[in-house]
Nanobody
Framework: VQLQASGGGLVPAGGSLRLSCAASGRTFSRYTMGWFRQTTGKEREFVAT????????YYADSVKGRFTISKDTSKSTLYLQMNYLKPEDTAVYSCAASSVGSGYVSLPRRMDYWGKGTQVTVSS
């Protein structure tokens, strides 16, 4: 499956952004999806994941209550609604897909496919 993230940009602290991840290729509905982020010099960090079987979600503590992951299977698109953004949310955000298992996937090494990231910059 091919993934392409979009929707990043520059936003002031307290603002909102909505990221999208368009999937093409194999059946989108059979993949557990996730968002990860990375800043220069740091390891890739888990943000949120949503399993293929339903619309439940699991979040990193740092974004819980502010970010919402969702998917539209009919459009083969994954979303990340980010509210109350903080400067520490600044990073390159990437979407990923896992074909293994049916639960949440929060480890980057368990993801099989990655999209090119989109930059999110939150100014203070």
């Amino acid at each position: 499956v091919q993934l392409q993230a979009s929707g990043g940009g520059l936003v002031p602290a307290g603002g909102s952004l909505r990221l999208s991840c368009a999937a093409s290729g194999r059946t989108f509905s059979r993949y557990t999806m996730g968002w990860f982020r990375q800043t220069t010099g740091k390891e890739r960090e888990f943000v949120a994941t949503i399993p293929w079987r339903d619309d439940s979600a699991y979040y990193a503590d740092s974004v819980k209550g502010r970010f919402t992951i969702s998917k539209d299977t009919s459009k083969s698109t994954l979303y990340l609604q980010m509210n109350y953004l903080k400067p520490e949310d600044t990073a390159v955000y990437s979407c990923a897909a896992s074909s293994v298992g049916s639960g949440y996937v929060s480890l980057p090494r368990r993801m099989d496919y990655w999209g090119k990231g989109t930059q999110v910059t939150v100014s203070s």
